[in-house]
């Protein structure tokens, strides 16, 4: 049985981490170079770093950010936020990150995937995925960009199925109905999208305590999944979830 994954999620503004509920009201919960390196040190399989407002304000990452935070740690760590073409892949690559997370760019201008696929290779593309239910959609949900500011005529399923034969080598399905609320993670939307692509699928939005992590894999079908308030605000430690999950039967890794 493949090993699940759980990955802690560093939203940044104005070089601080920073969370809020369906990616609104955010307030700072702390500096993303000590961070990134505590979660290391409690046994999180990955990090993803995202410059939330890169895209909407039409600038670069903040890649000394970036670099700081990936000296910290050695494990995998995808990074997204303003990347609008393969030179802003290479410098977030060279910068230390093993993954180049594109999401708003990806919409605008989806050969993004195809061309960061074919320099750097499958494993390095990861999409991101923000959805909503609407009943508009053929298979009910919606994709929103510029940090689920700006709604768009696609729909999640084909969006997602459309990135995979582009070369994306993952997915991170975020709800926007779910986002920071802690009620759970959608399993609806994760399933949908998991069980109809043939590539890693990352849960997102929604996790509150580790009974939900139990329900994205096993409901939702997720191969990972990604958290943030629960740690953020210390109501459990890493390797607390884990072996919560380890003694559920679900096969984690646990150093």
Not at 21 to 42: L, Q, S, T, W
Not at 144 to 162: C, F, H, M, S, V
Request: charged share 25%; with cysteine; net charge negative.
């Amino acid at each position: 049985m493949l090993e699940k994954r759980i990955v802690v999620c560093l939203d940044v503004k104005d070089g601080r981490t920073t969370k809020g509920i369906k990616f609104k009201e955010n307030r700072d919960v702390g500096d993303p170079v000590g961070m990134a390196e505590m979660y290391y040190k409690d046994g999180v399989d990955e990090l993803v770093f995202y410059d939330i407002t890169a895209s909407a304000e039409r600038r670069k990452i903040m890649i000394d950010v970036v670099r700081r935070v990936a000296e910290k740690i050695f494990i995998p760590f995808s990074v997204g936020g303003g990347i609008a073409d393969t030179d802003d892949m290479r410098d977030v690559l060279l910068a230390g990150a093993e993954k180049v997370s594109v999401n708003s760019q990806a919409v605008k201008n989806p050969k993004i995937i195809e061309a960061g696929a074919s320099l750097f290779g499958n494993q390095c593309i990861v999409l991101g995925l923000d959805a909503a239910r609407d009943s508009e959609m053929i298979n009910g949900y919606r994709v929103y960009i510029n940090g689920g500011r700006t709604k768009t005529n696609l729909d999640a399923l084909e969006w997602a199925k459309q990135a995979e034969n582009l070369g994306a080598g993952e997915i991170v399905v975020n709800s926007i109905d779910a986002d920071g609320t802690r009620n759970g993670y959608e399993n609806n939307l994760i399933r949908l999208i998991s069980t109809n692509v043939g590539i890693p699928v990352v849960a997102s939005g929604g996790a509150g305590k580790p009974e939900h992590l139990y329900s994205v894999f096993t409901e939702g079908k997720a191969d990972a999944a990604l958290i943030a308030s629960m740690v953020h605000f210390n109501n459990y430690t890493i390797r607390e979830i884990k072996y919560y999950l380890k003694e559920c039967g679900i096969s984690v890794r646990i150093v």
